[in-house]
Each structure stands twice: as C-alpha cells, then as structure tokens.
C-alpha cells in the first residue's frame, strides 16, 4: 500500500513564501519519479516541477525563477520551495509518485496567495 502525503500549504500574502513537502510511504524502495502538480479556480491540472527517473530534479520553464524542487530523502520525499508567490499561484497543489507504472496521487493541499 503506497501513500502519498502532501504538506505545507495555507495562504500568504502577495510575495510571500511557502515549501510544499510531499511523502511517499509504503512500498517506495522503487520510486520512478515524483512530480507536483497544481489546480487553479476554473483551470485545467498542470506540472510544476518533477523529479524525472534517476533522480534529475526540474522546474516547468515560466516558474523557474521563483519555484525550486528539492529531494529530501533518499527519492521519497521532495520539497518545492515557492517565493515571490502571486496570486495567479493559488490553487491545490498535488503531489504525484510513481511506482513500478502506477501513479499514486496525494489528495492535495490549498496555496491561497491573497492580499
């Protein structure tokens, strides 16, 4: 049984930051790559940043210069560190692990960037 868990998200003003955590337990000693994702109001799901097989950590292009990816834990947990936030940045935030094929999602957790 494989579990993902996502953490860290609540709401900050415009500017602000926050770091996501995302942990997979279980069955993780074969972790493929972990991503995360996010959900705006009224918008389609998106990538943020990832965790590609063999560990090469990555920044979708239009959030590089405010969003960093970081592997905390021997492949089953990873950091997103988020600064400079905007209000275009709220959403749910998911994480994604994918193990032996299958894709494990964690239930999500809100960023509200709000003045």
């Known amino acids: 049984q494989v579990q993902v868990v996502e ?16 942990t997979a337990s279980g069955s993780t000693s074969v972790i493929s790559n972990m991503a995360w994702y996010r959900q705006g109001p009224g918008k389609q799901r998106e990538v943020v940043a990832w965790m590609s097989d063999g560990g090469r950590l990555d920044v979708a292009d239009s959030l590089k210069d405010r969003f960093t990816i970081s592997i905390v834990n021997a492949k089953n947990m990873v950091n997103l560190q988020m ?33």
Do not use: F
Request: with cysteine; hydrophobic share 20%.
């Open 7 to 22: 953490s860290g998200g609540g709401s900050v003003q415009p500017g602000g930051s926050l770091r996501l955590s995302c």
């Open 83 to 115: 600064n400079s936030l905007k209000p275009e940045d709220t959403a749910v935030y998911y994480c994604r692990a994918q193990i032996r094929g299958t894709n494990y999602w964690g239930q999500g957790t809100q960023v509200t960037v709000s003045s």
